[in-house]
């Protein structure tokens, strides 16, 4: 077997969920586990978190695998329903559905539904990316209380920048957001995981805590260990070759790393088709024998190379962290100028998950 696994510990997302909670006393949580629970699997985590308040997801195809481990749990559809047709399965799923724009809007009042919905009225309060503005909000108010196809009203809207601490328009967006709330409103939800972290007054009746959960921190400045989360993804491989290099010798396509003094090249079983990303620099760390090594040249499709010069004991199986325990996905992230979320969402299905 290629030795390249996705260690997901579960108990790590178990207490990420809690100190989820522990931030909100009193407040409900809908764990957010779309696109694949952030890459850790969905029908795992779904049945780790058994005693979550509920469930968030993107689609109806992620709900329908999330009803068939959790077959009472509360569940969301973040975007709502893709086509009318979709309001029919919602239904039957008891799914609560969110509603952001007009067609969204008609669509459910046009649709003959076995059991009324919940639904979440999303309110664009400057994220400019889904939602209806105060106005239209108030009309579809007025529009959906009394509908048929409708049991619960509710507001939710989302944060463009919770995660820079002290950007004015988390601010804003939490004002627009108060603004409405003279409507009758059975239930409110605004925080994600940088809310649920910081900004108390976001709480309201649900938290969506979705990259805490999986122990990556939203913040570039504050890390996931000094906030309390635990790392849930170890992504390890090993060393499948070894070679020594003479200074003015190159590393790898494109020969764009070269070695400026005679070192040792490990070869490690982990490349861009399982999700690590091509576009890591040079020098972006790997954790090798209990410190950080700098990769070396370009990424391959199914090999990345990294200099060991310092590390004469590697050998051939030693054990390699691509992000995990040892070495944060955030720190990779930075490295490669992306986000742990990218990393770990995008590890690929060919890298067996191992709980
Ligand atoms: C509407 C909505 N709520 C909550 C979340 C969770 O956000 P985070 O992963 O930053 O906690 C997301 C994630 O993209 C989202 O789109």
């Not at 308040?53 to 993107?58: I, K, L, P, Q």
């Not at 529009?143 to 004015?168: M, T």
């Not at 979705?210 to 989360?229: H, K, T």
Request: charged share 20%; net charge negative.
């Amino acid at each position: 077997m290629r030795p390249l696994v996705a260690h997901i510990d579960l108990a790590a997302i178990t207490h990420n969920y809690a100190l989820a909670r522990q931030c909100a006393p009193g407040r409900q949580a809908l764990a957010v586990v779309k696109a694949d629970a952030y890459g850790h699997g969905l029908e795992p985590v779904v049945a780790a978190l058994s005693d979550a308040d509920g469930f968030a997801v993107a689609c109806l195809e992620e709900a329908e695998r999330v009803r068939r481990v959790a077959s009472q749990a509360r569940l969301l559809l973040l975007e709502g329903c893709f086509a009318v047709a979709e309001y029919q399965r919602a239904a039957e799923l008891g799914v609560d559905v969110v509603l952001h724009s007009a067609e969204q809007a008609e669509g459910l009042l046009a649709s003959v539904l076995p059991a009324p919905l919940r639904v979440w009225l999303k309110l664009d309060s400057g994220m400019h990316r889904l939602g209806f503005d105060e106005a239209a909000l108030r009309h579809w108010h007025a529009r959906l209380q009394a509908a048929s196809q409708v049991s619960e009203l509710n507001l939710i809207s989302h944060f463009a920048c919770a995660d820079e601490r002290g950007n004015s328009l988390t601010e804003l967006q939490l004002e627009r957001f108060l603004d409405v709330l003279d409507l009758p409103f059975a239930q409110r939800s605004l925080a994600n995981s940088a809310a649920v972290l910081m900004i108390p007054a976001a709480h309201m009746d649900w938290l969506r805590p979705g990259i805490m959960l999986y122990g990556a921190s939203p913040f570039a400045e504050l890390s996931a260990g000094e906030l309390g989360l635990r790392p849930a993804m170890s992504l390890r491989a090993e060393v499948i070759a070894l070679r020594e290099v003479q200074a003015g010798e190159t590393v790898g396509y494109g020969g764009s790393w070269q070695a400026t003094h005679d070192t040792r090249i490990a070869t490690v079983s982990c490349g861009y088709a399982d999700g690590y990303p091509r576009h890591a620099p040079t020098g972006t760390p790997v954790w090798l024998q209990g410190q950080r090594v700098p990769l070396a040249g370009r990424v391959s499709m199914d090999m990345l190379c990294v200099d060991v010069g310092v590390l004469p004991s590697v050998q051939l199986g030693s054990e390699v962290e691509l992000w995990g325990q040892r070495l944060p996905v955030d720190e990779v992230a930075r490295a490669a100028g992306t986000l742990g979320y990218e990393l770990l969402t995008r590890v690929t299905a060919r890298v067996p998950r191992r709980y």
